[in-house]
């Protein structure tokens, strides 16, 4: 990236697309990891950073670290209610079942904060000076933008080690390839359905103490807070190619970075379609369509499926 | 065809004309029939969903676009032209200048809608599985996003009023028939047949030497077609429209009717869709005040805010975790009393 190609303002754009991204991109950690073990796609899974967010947000008058430990501690007891509530007893019914369950559960959540805390939004900044500025070689960066990178590298990271170094890990990564043969060499399903569960909830915890310093849409905490995220990290751990952790993530990155830049580089008017950035959502769709038709089993993935073509 | 097999069909149909005709007496109060009437185009919308998901399979998050596009297309087309500068400003000069009819207006939302889902079918119906449920979804986006900003073909971001009241409890009843009749109809037809063989066992379907992806195209077109349909019957209904009410909620309102009914049968995504609207009703009744026992057993009226959506809410993942295969299990409607005789009699025959 060097300063004759880019203006500053450009290299902003994609250093903000990165960002976007990295969030993206955790989400899907969350989303793939659950996925892996259960083949269950988890739309509830916003629902999870709505209920941290909450909780931060209804304790800012106690001191940040308290705040966050409560909304790591609701977040997680939800996520394990769930899993004992809705996954378990679903384990065997047909996917279309699981994801219409999940939309249920997404909506019971929903209208559960609806009821409790009302449609108007709360205001929620977790640390304040993490929204600061810092100029490093002529660039304006936030604080947060720096961390969001940064934890996302290193979640991406700890997993790694987790799933390839750890005896449970391993049980895991055996149990999302073929969780009946895992069950024959004795891997308690249960128990390893548990960690990944509590696992992507830790990191919807996470979520939801950076997402509403990052996005400055997300300052205000509403009912349907995460759901917009949510739908578009599932969009991209699909594209990406959700059978695998690393190609999930990275298709999660990528729908951010896209966002990111095309809400960048669109022009802010025109009436005819994709010709402006109200029309954003429309070029990102659209781009989903394309990459879908060309590799329907996920841009990451390393090799095409066998010939066998499954319908 | 066999008695037994119109039996499926008469089931649905006798139960939807029954709603209408009761719901339309004068002793149902006005608030009551307006209910009534969203419930009789809410199972206009879940039996046309069915069409192509539950003889398919494929679950598609896309066909609210069909919904929405059949709804703006008869909504815009029957708003007075008088009214047009201000209700739609931004209007190609061919739609301002013209406005259709009732009638007419339902045929354009169908054949716009069919002729939509047909172009979207034509590549994504390659696709399937988790692919095909994305794309379909990036398909709804991209409809909402269009239908949301484009002021030429719509009113946009503004709010479609001024649409004639034309869904009564009559034109309900008969679309909502019509659309039952066509599904049942397709699904008995050999088209139906062979996607539904597909649906159970592709490898042997395709051995048989059906063309998987072109029987889901027409499936998709078919549904999309009466989808289109039902989306005008919804705007006549409810007389006026905005972008956000044929979205994402409608998508997962109308998926989770289907689910919750039974996926498998039309009999499923009718009693599905009349459950959920039920529960909705009465809900909505409790937390007026208006029903004794949910007063007495709380000691107060249930008092809005939403309360009633947490039951509903509740009341589909309830059912779906106890009953995953819906509340019909799938199964096409059959008189109890002489269900097993004929199934039995069937059977031998075959």
Request: charge should be positive; hydrophobic fraction near 55%.
């Amino acid at each position: 990236m060097t300063a004759a190609v880019f203006s500053t303002v450009q290299a902003q754009t994609l250093l903000d697309a990165v960002a976007l991204g990295s969030i993206y991109a955790l989400m899907a950690i969350g989303i793939g990891l659950v996925f892996g073990v259960l083949r269950l796609v988890n739309f509830a899974y916003g629902q999870l950073v709505m209920a941290g967010a909450y909780a931060l947000a209804l304790t800012q008058n106690v001191p940040v670290v308290l705040s966050i430990a409560v909304c790591f501690v609701v977040v997680l007891a939800l996520s394990f209610a769930m899993e004992l509530a809705v996954f378990r007893p679903l384990r065997r019914a047909s996917p279309t079942t699981m994801l219409v369950a999940t939309f249920a559960v997404s909506y019971l959540l929903q209208s559960i904060a609806l009821v409790r805390f009302g449609a108007i939004g709360r205001f929620l900044v977790v640390i304040p000076q993490l929204t600061e500025l810092v100029t490093i070689g002529g660039f304006h960066i936030r604080w947060i933008t720096i961390v969001t990178i940064v934890v996302a590298i290193a979640v991406f990271g700890v997993l790694t080690l987790f799933l390839t170094r750890t005896s449970i890990g391993l049980q895991m990564r055996a149990a999302s390839i073929d969780s009946d043969t895992a069950r024959l060499l004795g891997i308690r399903a249960n128990a390893v359905i548990t960690v990944a569960v509590l696992i992507s909830g830790a990191i919807a915890a996470l979520v939801a103490v950076i997402l509403p310093m990052a996005v400055p849409e997300r300052v205000l905490v509403t009912p349907d807070y995460a759901l917009r995220e949510t739908i578009i990290v599932l969009v991209g751990v699909v594209v990406g190619g959700i059978d695998r952790l690393l190609s999930a993530t990275l298709g999660g990155f990528a729908i951010g970075f896209a966002v990111g830049v095309l809400s960048g580089f669109l022009p802010s008017s025109g009436s005819w379609p994709f010709t402006s950035s109200v029309y954003l959502d429309s070029a990102v769709f659209m781009l989903v369509i394309l990459v879908l038709l060309v590799r329907p089993e996920g841009l990451f993935t390393r090799s095409r499926r066998s010939a066998v073509e499954r319908v | 065809m066999k008695l037994a097999r119109w039996v499926e069909l008469l089931g649905p149909v006798a139960v939807l004309v029954a709603v209408g005709v009761v719901g339309g007496m004068s002793f149902v109060s006005p608030d009551r029939q307006a209910e009534v009437l969203r419930a009789l185009v809410s199972v206009a919308i879940v039996v046309s969903l069915y069409v192509f998901v539950g003889n398919s399979g494929v679950i598609s998050f896309g066909h609210v676009s069909f919904v929405a596009v059949g709804a703006f297309a008869a909504g815009v087309m029957t708003v007075p032209v008088s009214l047009k500068p201000t209700i739609t400003p931004g209007l190609f000069g061919l739609l301002a200048r013209r406005s259709v009819g009732n009638v007419p207006s339902l045929v354009l939302a169908t054949v716009v809608g069919g002729i939509f889902a047909l172009l979207v079918a034509i590549p994504l119906m390659r696709l399937s599985g988790l692919a095909a449920g994305i794309a379909t979804f990036a398909v709804l986006g991209v409809t909402h996003n269009v239908l949301g900003n484009w002021t030429k073909i719509g009113p946009g971001p503004l709010t479609l009023t001024t649409v004639p009241q034309t869904t009564g409890m009559l034109q309900a009843t008969v679309g909502v028939v019509g659309i039952v009749i066509a599904a049942f109809l397709y699904q008995r037809s050999r088209f139906g047949r062979r996607l539904r063989a597909a649906r159970e066992d592709p490898a042997a379907a395709r051995a048989a030497g059906i063309d998987i992806h072109r029987e889901r195209l027409w499936a998709f077109a078919l549904s999309g077609a009466l989808c289109g349909f039902a989306g005008g019957l919804l705007v006549h209904q409810a007389g006026t429209l905005q972008v956000g009410d044929v979205y994402l909620d409608l998508t997962f309102l109308t998926l989770a009717m289907l689910v919750v009914g039974g996926v498998g049968s039309l009999w499923g995504a009718v009693v599905g869709a009349l459950a959920v609207s039920a529960l909705d009703s009465f809900l909505l009744d409790a937390e007026n005040g208006s029903v004794g026992f949910v007063n007495d057993l709380l000691g107060r009226p249930a008092r809005g805010g939403g309360r009633r959506l947490v039951g509903v809410a509740a009341f589909m993942a309830i059912v779906l975790i106890l009953l995953p295969s819906g509340l019909t299990g799938g199964r096409e409607f059959r008189l109890p009393s002489l269900g097993r005789l004929r199934r039995t009699r069937g059977e031998s025959a075959a």
